[in-house]
Every structure is written in structure tokens, then in C-alpha cells.
């Protein structure tokens, strides 16, 4: 078994900033790639954010040059620095974690997501 769990989330201003946490734990050999994304009312979950095993991230064009992906692979662990919010930011956030567990086989795993509001 694997778990993953976000916490971060909550409500601010535009303009303001919020760093979200992914902790991944249980069965775990490797963590391949981690991933954020956010799902808004009424639309589908988009990608975010993603880094590789090394230091290769991807970013979705809404949120580059705002948003930061890092983790720290000792921990396995994950991060979203997002700068300068918008209101178009509101979503609920998920983190999805590639994982090969000890048995050899990769699965992915999401968390249950934390609640991002931007106020205008």
C-alpha cells in the first residue's frame, strides 16, 4: 500500500503565495515522476506541474513562470511554490506520484487533494 497526502491549501488574495506539500509513504522502492494537478468547478483535471526523477519539470503555460515544482527524493516528498495567485488558480489540488513499489511493478498513486481559493 501506498499513500499520498497533500496539505498546503487554503484561501488568499491575488497577488499573494501558497506552497502546497505532497508526502508520499507505504510500500516504496522508487518514486518515478510527481505531478500536480487541480481540477476546477466544472472542468476537467489539468496538469499543473511535473518533475522527473532528477531535476526535468514540466509546466503547464497558465503557471509558468509563477509556480515552482521541487521534491526531495529522501523524503519523498513534493512542493508547489505558487506565486502571484489569480482567481483563475482556484481549484482543488492533486498530487500523483509514479512509484515502483519493492515487488518491482509501478503504479500510480493521487492524493485526495487540497482546496486552493484565490480571492480577487
Known amino acids: 500500500q501506498v499513500q499520498v497526502v497533500e496539505s498546503g491549501g487554503g484561501v488568499v488574495q491575488a497577488g499573494e503565495s501558497l506552497r502546497l506539500s505532497c508526502a508520499a509513504s507505504?510500500?516504496?522502492?522508487?518514486?518515478?515522476?510527481m505531478a500536480w494537478y487541480r481540477q476546477a468547478p466544472g472542468k476537467q483535471r489539468e496538469l499543473v506541474a511535473a518533475?522527473?526523477?532528477?531535476?526535468?519539470?514540466n509546466y503547464a503555460d497558465s503557471v509558468k513562470g509563477r509556480f515552482t515544482i521541487s521534491r526531495d527524493n529522501v523524503k519523498n516528498m513534493a512542493y508547489l511554490q505558487m506565486n502571484s495567485l489569480k482567481p483563475e488558480d482556484t481549484a482543488v489540488y492533486y498530487c500523483?506520484?509514479?512509484?515502483?513499489?519493492?515487488?518491482?511493478?509501478?503504479?500510480?498513486?493521487w492524493g485526495q487533494g487540497t482546496q486552493v481559493t484565490v480571492s480577487s
Open positions: 500523483n506520484a509514479e512509484v515502483v513499489i519493492r515487488s518491482g511493478f509501478t503504479f500510480s498513486y
Open positions: 507505504g510500500n516504496i522502492f522508487r518514486i518515478n515522476a
Open positions: 518533475i522527473a526523477g532528477g531535476t526535468s519539470t
